[in-house]
């Protein structure tokens, strides 16, 4: 595996600055997405700062923050929560992007431990109402954010969502644009939500222009992702 070059990491976070001055929208946290790259990258990039991580498997993420444990890392869930494997989430990540549903609220809330500090979550919408893609409807939102909200081991931080990736990158807007509109409605209802994660390598900066405060990218940062044993 090729080494992760500073350059990468500085580009890609002078690209999101430059996003958000453009918009004069503040800058977006940058999530690094990990899935299916060794631990040895991931303390790479941890060694220039980025200290973010977003991993897609629980079983792949748990051998990873095992490796790297002694990095004070902050691990993120962004792929399908499968509710069998709540129990382990709730015990591995900090924050959980893809609740959809509210099965998994009551697990993910039974299993943390209550000595750690309440596990970040995120709803995800399934924004353009994709059969193939997990998420809530949109309609979905408000029920789902009361039964986060209503439990004392998670906060609810805000909304994620992965829009249907057209080749033209432009007609991914309008659902961006739903997302904000979604994320400000939610967080007028509940203020302490302040996260709207979207935006990956191909499109952060089209997601940072429509209200991102969160973008998850992999490719930018490590090269093309290996593929699945």
């Known amino acids: 595996m090729d080494p992760i070059l500073p ?13 958000a001055r453009a ?3 503040p800058m977006p946290r940058l999530l690094a997405v990990s899935k299916l790259q060794p631990a040895a990258a ?9 200290l973010a991580f977003g991993e897609n498997y629980v079983q792949e993420a748990a051998a990873k923050t095992a490796e790297t444990a002694s990095l004070g890392l902050e691990w993120h869930l962004i792929g399908h ?5 709540a129990d382990v989430a709730a015990r591995l990540f900090d924050w959980i992007q893809t609740v959809d ?5 009551t697990a993910l809330a039974k299993h943390r431990d209550a000595a750690r500090p309440p596990l970040n979550v995120l709803i995800q919408v399934n924004v353009d109402d994709e059969a193939s893609k997990a998420g809530c ?6 029920a789902l954010a009361d039964a986060i909200a209503a439990e004392s081991s998670l906060v609810l931080r805000g909304l994620m969502a992965i829009p249907t990736p057209h080749a033209d990158v432009e007609l991914r807007r309008p659902a961006f644009r739903r997302m904000k509109a979604l994320f400000d409605a939610l967080a007028a209802r509940h203020p302490r939500a302040d996260t709207l994660s979207m935006g990956m390598s191909d499109d952060f900066e089209l997601a940072i222009a429509e209200g991102a405060t969160m973008v998850r990218i992999g490719t930018a940062l490590f090269g093309a992702r290996p593929s699945r044993p």
């Open 7 to 19: 350059s990468a990491l500085a580009s890609t976070l002078r690209r999101i600055e430059n996003a």
């Open 23 to 25: 918009c004069d929208r």
């Open 42 to 50: 991931v303390a790479a990039l941890a060694a220039q700062g980025q």
């Open 81 to 85: 929560l499968q509710s069998n494997k």
């Open 101 to 105: 549903r509210t099965k998994l609220v």
């Open 137 to 142: 409807h949109p309609d979905e939102v408000d």
